[in-house]
């Protein structure tokens, strides 16, 4: 008798806890999204889905071991080299005194930027360690207090990208190794383990930064990481996420704020179903885009984030200039990395990549800013973008493979063509045939990186699919 009642009570208790349990992520008891109609989303992110290509950049003390310790190189990646190279953090914390970066000029920073025909940068001002490169009063851990440089970082860096026309955006770090409610994960070191008696502590300190972030640099991006560690979750992502367009209605604020990626290839939802307002792949360019999401593919120049020494597995400008187009022809944005030294420079390889990429943007950024994804399949040749315009549509083909017969073709477009012209050159003959657009084009490739042709239609362009 005793048994049976025992038996319906334990199923009357899992009744009742299961379908809430199974339910504590979901929409029902989610904290809501701020309200905002899809007009005003789309003006809140014009700026961003216009600008195309930006600069990370990931800087901090982790520059100055870069990439060894004790004299033994750490495998993996420079801004890990405390959980690489299992670095307690009594002994991490003393590289602050030697953080003095004389060489930094954020004004040749933003120009390098903005000469590589890059719209907004985005720096580290807490990367896992915990370490602020601007001026907080909610730990020492920083720049000002910590290190015998002793000035903000960000704040000027801010108003020298304001001055070159770049968007200043900042990176912010979930976990946080120096943080004293959270340890690293020894079983799963990319994890932390947060003390959860100390989590709205930690959660209040991560605001005050943030809130202090915003008046001192006033970031149009906040882009958040670190948010796969198991304590962390939705709900608290939606909470951040309102509390801080509520600071700034303005923000974009990056999917890896709460729990909407899957795995590193998270660009994923980045749509209204989660926190965020776009999705985030890390060192890779997804298949294909996708209708109506915002993304943006974050990359390395060679294998590091932070700097490390002797990490010259640098990618060519040609390989750079085409990720950029390849993301744009998939509806995306391109933040391509610098991890300048401990010195304060952005190691001389980049630079030379940047100017590279700088001299094309110089010639084809038209196919580049304001484009969005191509109306049809990725062609053998290359990649397409399109501008929508007031009076009708321009179709970018970028060629990586130039033709040696006179002429190019594209399938799938069904629309007359009013006119076609090289970007920055002549105009070219075209004609639409049963196989598609018919362009006649000189022998030789006027660029090595990627040559641009420009085709505009009187109107939308009409693909085969509409059909
Ligand atoms: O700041 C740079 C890196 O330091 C940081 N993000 C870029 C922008 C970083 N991202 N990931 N990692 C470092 C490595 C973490 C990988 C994993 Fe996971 C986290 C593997 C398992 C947990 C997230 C969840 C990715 C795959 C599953």
Redesign the pocket.
Known sequence: MIRTWTVALVCLVVFLLAPRVGHAESEGSLPPLPEESAEQRDERMQWWRDARFGM?V?WGLYAIPAGEWKGEPVRG?G??IMNRADIPLEEYRPLADEFNPTEYDPERWARIAADAGMKYLVI?SK??DGFCLFDTDATEWDVVDATPYGKDLLAPLAEACRRQGVKFCT?YSIIDWAHPSQKIDPDQK??TIIDESQKDQYIAYMKQQLRELIESCDPDVLWF?GE?TPWWTEADGRELYSFLLDLKPTLIINNRVGKG?K??SGMNRGDQQYAGDFGTP?QEIPPTGLPGVDWES?MTMNDT?GYKKNDDNWKSTEKLVRNLIDIVSKGGNFLLNVGPTAQGEIPQPSVERLDEMGDWMNRYSEAIYGCTASPVDTPEWGRCTVRQGADGDTLYLHVFDWPTGGGLTLRGVVSEPASCRLLGGESLGVRSTSDGLRVSVPQQAPNRLASVIAVEFDGRIQTAADE
């Open positions: 990370f990931h990646i801004e890990w580290t990367h896992h990176y990319h994890n990481d796969w990626r795995g590193m890390e974050c984030w």
